[in-house]
């Protein structure tokens, strides 16, 4: 039950952060960029692969445009951020 309870503050603290101006979300946001795969991988390992798998979704939908950024950094090219 704690893990739903978990999983429920993050949705919570995610929207939040997608409420503040784009300057202040830098760093909330990475926190909860670092803290999603720990909490997907719990999810999956308690219920199943297949709430894990939605959870995963979820996750890539709500943070599309940071990982692309990060990929396109990772690939060694430098994109531009919103002012």
Request: aromatic letters at 12%; zero cysteines.
């Amino acid at each position: 039950m704690t893990l739903v309870w978990l999983s429920i503050l993050w949705v919570f603290a995610a929207v939040t952060v997608a409420m503040l101006p784009l300057r202040s979300q830098y760093l909330p946001g990475v926190i909860l960029l670092i803290a999603a795969p720990a909490l997907i991988i719990a999810i999956g390992v308690t219920h199943s692969w297949a709430f894990a798998l939605l959870a995963l979704l979820a996750f890539l939908s709500m943070f599309r445009n940071p990982l692309r950024y990060l990929w396109a950094r990772l690939r060694g090219q430098k994109p531009e951020l919103p002012k």
